[in-house]
């Protein structure tokens, strides 16, 4: 990692933050407020949409300690 200017740190805290507000917020509608996808084009069950919400907040929520590569340091 090495040393980073405050406005490197800055942006990968704003990042990781916002990857895990995101993370968060498809994990709630996947499992407690259930809602569906409108752009599918197919008729899905509900538990697949749910299943769709969960994997994508996982996946994001697992990203989140990659954010900081992102955005690596200009030297």
């Known amino acids: 990692m090495g040393c980073h200017s405050p406005k490197q740190r ?6 990781q933050g916002a990857s895990a507000g995101i993370a ?4 709630v509608d996947g499992l407690v407020q259930l809602g ?3 752009a599918f084009g197919i008729e ?3 538990a697949v ?3 769709i919400a969960d994997l994508n907040g996982l996946t994001e929520g697992m990203d989140v300690s990659q954010k900081a590569k992102t955005y690596p340091d200009a030297r």
Do not use: G, K
Request: charged share 5%.
């Open 44 to 46: 899905l069950p509900q």
């Open 36 to 38: 569906t996808y409108h």
């Open 24 to 27: 968060y917020h498809l994990l």
């Open 10 to 15: 800055s942006l990968e805290a704003a990042t």
């Open 49 to 51: 949409h749910n299943s």
